[in-house]
């Protein structure tokens, strides 16, 4: 694994804890969806999917606001794991977070 992947990849975890966190998450959300958008590789897409897997696999655990924020994430992103992710989204008890989900999910 050489050097540009494994600085890529901490750049992606800590875009994805900014996303989470709310510290300047809309900028963050425009960084991960320049960083997964375009990729022509194997590679690149399995780590676009990956970012669509971790963001999803925050939100059970997350706060209203910070389940908002990830669906807005979500919604920047292509994949099908994104479109997944803001479908399960869509059933939130949450009327903002399941309306926005639904919106960007269509």
């Known amino acids: 694994?050489?050097?540009g992947s494994s600085h890529r990849a901490e750049l992606i975890d800590t875009l994805v804890t900014m996303v989470?966190?709310?510290?300047?998450?809309?900028d963050a959300a425009e960084a991960l969806a320049g960083l997964t958008s375009?990729?022509?590789?194997?590679?690149?897409?399995?780590?676009?999917?990956?970012?669509?897997?971790?963001?999803?696999t925050i939100t059970p655990a997350a706060t209203v606001e910070q389940r908002l924020s990830i669906v807005q994430a979500l919604g920047d992103l292509p994949g099908d794991a994104a479109h997944e992710a803001l479908t399960r989204l869509a059933a939130d008890p949450d009327p903002r977070v399941a309306?926005?989900?639904?919106?960007?999910?269509h």
């Open 20 to 26: 989470v966190e709310g510290d300047h998450d809309t």
């Open 1 to 3: 694994r050489g050097g």
């Open 99 to 105: 309306g926005t989900a639904r919106h960007l999910g």
């Open 38 to 56: 375009g990729q022509h590789d194997g590679s690149d897409s399995a780590r676009a999917e990956g970012v669509h897997q971790l963001l999803a």
